[in-house]
């Protein structure tokens, strides 16, 4: 997989949302193949409580299922998917206060992937590259 740098990583996020604020949890990440990723979550997908009616859990599915891969990351790198059980796959946890899937303050999940940086809905297992809809305004990566 390829690697890329907390560095870079700014560069690509400032680029969609000016001025985002950032909380970097590594220095490097693997870049995931987008097609590979949404696999890994969706085998993670069962691990997660269902939503429930009237309640607002995104942050939950945001933050549990960045949780869930890392852990996962420990497997694959047992199963030499991943070379350096060290290195976190970029993965991260976005806010903002509207994006495609919500016209309200909402938490998703984001990637910066071989094709292009994603935002994810791990709740429905949707991704999509942002647009003008999507205010992102916090990352947790």
Request: with cysteine; glycine share 4%; proline share 4%.
């Amino acid at each position: 997989m390829k690697k890329i740098s907390i560095s870079e990583t700014k560069k690509i996020l400032n680029d969609h949302w000016p001025g985002i604020e950032r909380v970097p949890t590594d220095r490097d990440f693997y870049v995931p193949d987008l097609n590979w990723l949404m696999d890994q979550l969706r085998q993670l997908h069962p691990e997660m409580p269902k939503h429930k009616a009237n309640k607002f859990a995104c942050e939950e599915f945001s933050f549990g299922s960045w949780f869930l891969l890392h852990r996962h990351r420990t497997l694959l790198s047992e199963q030499q998917v991943i070379e350096d059980a060290d290195l976190n796959i970029h993965y991260g946890v976005l806010w903002g206060t509207s994006f495609k899937n919500a016209i309200a303050s909402h938490y998703n999940n984001f990637s910066i992937t071989t094709d292009g940086l994603y935002i994810i809905d791990f709740e429905s297992l949707q991704s999509w590259k942002p647009g003008r809809q999507d205010n992102a305004h916090w990352s947790f990566e």
